[in-house]
């Protein structure tokens, strides 16, 4: 239950934070799109990280292996995201390639 609260909890979070650079950066055309994707993800999974640290539902000493594998997780989901986005499962699997990668970044024991 521990692995599965904090794949949802750094998922979802870095998923409205990536969805939010999307809307801001839509105006602008397609490259601040995805750029707004990334800044808007990658500022999220850093915060996301940080909340289940202080909740007590992430090892603290263990953030920087975990930010490391969220981001790749990002790097993967990102380009995944964008060329299937009309299919919401694709999405919703994509998104959580971050906690998968949060886990497996920081090892198993940093869930608590």
Do not use: C, E, N
Request: net charge positive.
């Amino acid at each position: 239950m521990r692995y599965l609260r904090l794949i949802i909890v750094t998922s979802i979070l870095t998923g409205l934070g990536a969805l939010a650079g999307v809307l801001a950066g839509r105006p602008l055309g397609r490259r601040t799109t995805m750029l707004g994707a990334m800044v808007g993800g990658t500022l999220t999974l850093l915060a996301a990280l940080h909340f289940a640290s202080r909740r007590g539902w992430f090892d603290p000493d263990r953030l920087k292996g975990g930010s490391i594998g969220g981001l790749v997780g990002l790097g993967l989901a990102s380009p995944l995201a964008v060329m299937t986005g009309q299919h919401v499962g694709i999405l919703l699997a994509a998104s959580a390639l971050v906690g998968v990668g949060v886990l497996v970044g920081a090892g198993p024991s940093s869930a608590r």
